[in-house]
């Protein structure tokens, strides 16, 4: 016989569900809140409702979209992010076919071995990178005479590190697809004739694409909004978590950045839907 838990124990239940969602939502609310007041500074009390920290193209009111800085940063994120959701859905995959459908000595120790950066603070990542980075680039200088410069602070460099730790994302959200798919369907294609190839492309990456899909939308997210790592990689080129670290240095807290943090905030919530209309459109096995 089931036991129906009592009408205080769900109320509380409720009351703690409610509360834990209001203190995840509360910080976004506000920060978007403060992208439409009319006023110099994001602070209480209300000032009036105003696009101004958008589309104005003047001071002291100059929107995001005519901030040539912002705009630039946005630029150079969007970049990187591109390269890194690339990079690391490619390597992903690889990786989810080596670890699924191989065998080879100390296996166990490698999986372990590409989950660690997980765990290893942004920050230390980043100093590590770029020590082994800049060592390697002046090594090359002295004793070649190379110029090793995508190995310099820049770019490059902030894709290669971003792309070393997001890619153990990638590859246990391919890895876990793919431990899912029946590979009794690829034999019977090759029976039917069909060359690696052929079954790779018709059968398994469609198959596998849902979950390719999210990781990469993931991926994209997450490298778009790193700060840790990037702030010791990163060149003149500065992404947007960079270039508004350093607005907020500078000059403080304007309601410019709340509209840029709306902004993202807009276009993660668009892009976590497509994540979720991916994976649910599956194909049939």
Not at 45 to 70: V, Y
Not at 123 to 146: D, K
Not at 264 to 285: E, F, N
């Amino acid at each position: 016989m089931a036991i129906k838990p009592n009408t205080a124990f769900l109320t509380s239940y409720r009351i703690y569900v409610a509360a834990f969602f209001v203190f995840l939502a509360a910080p976004l609310v506000a920060a978007g809140m403060f992208a439409f007041n009319d006023s110099v500074f994001p602070s209480l009390p209300w000032q009036g409702f105003t696009l101004d920290w958008f589309f104005n193209d003047s001071e002291p009111k100059l929107g995001m979209f005519h901030d040539r800085r912002l705009l630039r940063g946005l630029y150079y994120s969007f970049v990187i992010a591109s390269f890194v959701s690339l990079l690391s859905v490619f390597v992903g995959t690889c990786n989810a076919f080596l670890f699924v459908r191989c065998r080879f000595p100390a296996k166990d120790f490698f999986y372990i071995m590409m989950v660690v950066p997980l765990v290893i603070p942004g920050v230390i990542l980043g100093i590590s990178i770029l020590l082994l980075a800049s060592n390697i680039a002046n090594g090359a200088e002295e004793s070649l005479s190379l110029d090793l410069d995508f190995l310099r602070p820049g770019i490059v460099l902030v894709v290669l590190g971003q792309f070393s730790f997001i890619t153990t994302i990638t590859s246990l959200v391919i890895i876990a697809r793919l431990r899912k798919f029946d590979q009794s369907m690829e034999e019977a294609a090759y029976n039917l004739g069909a060359s690696r190839a052929r079954v790779l492309r018709t059968i398994t990456l469609p198959f596998l694409f849902p979950a390719m899909a999210a990781a990469g939308i993931v991926a994209f997210l997450v490298s778009f909004e790193n700060f840790n790592t990037t702030l010791f990689l990163v060149g003149s080129e500065a992404p947007l978590t960079i270039t508004m670290y350093d607005r907020m240095v500078k000059v403080g807290s304007t309601p410019v950045l709340n509209a840029v943090s709306f902004f993202l905030m807009v276009g993660s919530a668009l892009l976590a839907l497509v994540s979720i209309l991916v994976q649910r459109d599956k194909p049939q096995t």
